[in-house]
């Protein structure tokens, strides 16, 4: 099974310094997921400033700058990975780096017939 893992924090509760540091200890854990086989992807996103937020109502568009909602945690990146269970998607979840400051979210995907396969 697929499981998202959103990476939500306070994007200004940490330095530039201490986010890069992280940013290295998350490409570390993406590759020890992959070295085990559960990798599929994973990033981190710009600041919640460069969000642009896209509503369609009565088939016309809207266009807002920021985020969707106002929280006192912005999602910061996601992990997407394979694991046998839910307990297995928690332990991963339990290395994300930014679950020290943050939190993770987990998600099961839904798998739908009809997606592109291959992402080339």
Known sequence: MKYMLLVYGDENAITQ???????GESAAYARKLSDD????DAAPLHSVTTATSVRVR??????TDGPFAETREQLGGYYL??????DEAILAAAGI?????GTIEI?????IDGLPSDRN
């Open 37 to 40: 086989g559960r990798y599929l």
């Open 107 to 111: 998600r099961p995907i839904v798998e």
């Open 81 to 86: 990975i394979a694991a046998k269970d839910l």
């Open 97 to 101: 780096p930014g679950a020290r400051f």
């Open 17 to 23: 310094s201490e986010r890069e540091e992280c940013y």
């Open 58 to 63: 009565d088939g016309k568009h809207s266009v």
